[in-house]
Nanobody, 121 residues
Framework: QVQLVESGGGLVQAGGSLRLSCAVS???????????YRWYRQAPGKQRDLVAG???????NYVDSVKGRFTISRDNAKNTVYLRMNSLKPEDAAVYYC????????????WGQGTQVTVSS
C-alpha cells in the first residue's frame, strides 16, 4: 500500500504563489510500482478535475488553464511530489488532491486527503 499526505495549502492573495507537497510513504516495492502522479482539484459544487501529472520517466502534462503558471515535479530521494503554483487566480481556489496510479504490478489508484487552497481577490 501507498499513503499520500498533502500539505502546503492555505490562503493567498491573487497573484501570489504556493507550493503544495505530497509525501509518499509505503513499502519500497509499492512506491516503485507507481507509474504516475497527478494533482487534481475540486471546487465547491464542481467535479474533481485533473490539474497536472508527471510520469515515471518525468514527462509532465498540464491542463490548459494552468500552463505556464503551475509546475509539477518530484523528488525521488524524498518520495515527495510537488505542485508549484504561481500567479494564482481566484478560480484556482479548490481542495487539491494528490493521486498516484500503481501500474507496475497491478492497477490501483491512491488518493490523498486533500489540502485547501484559497485565493482572495
Amino acid at each position: 500500500q501507498v499513503q499520500l499526505v498533502e500539505s502546503g495549502g492555505g490562503l493567498v492573495q491573487a497573484g501570489g504563489s504556493l507550493r503544495l507537497s505530497c509525501a509518499v510513504s509505503g513499502s519500497t516495492r509499492s512506491i516503485n510500482a507507481i507509474g504516475s502522479y497527478r494533482w487534481y482539484r475540486q471546487a465547491p459544487g464542481k467535479q474533481r478535475d485533473l490539474v497536472a501529472g508527471i510520469s515515471r520517466g518525468g514527462v509532465t502534462n498540464y491542463v490548459d488553464s494552468v500552463k505556464g503558471r503551475f509546475t509539477i515535479s518530484r523528488d525521488n530521494a524524498k518520495n515527495t511530489v510537488y505542485l508549484r503554483m504561481n500567479s494564482l487566480k481566484p478560480e484556482d481556489a479548490a481542495v487539491y488532491y494528490c493521486y498516484a496510479h500503481r501500474s507496475w504490478d497491478y492497477e490501483y489508484d491512491y488518493w490523498g486527503q486533500g489540502t485547501q487552497v484559497t485565493v482572495s481577490s
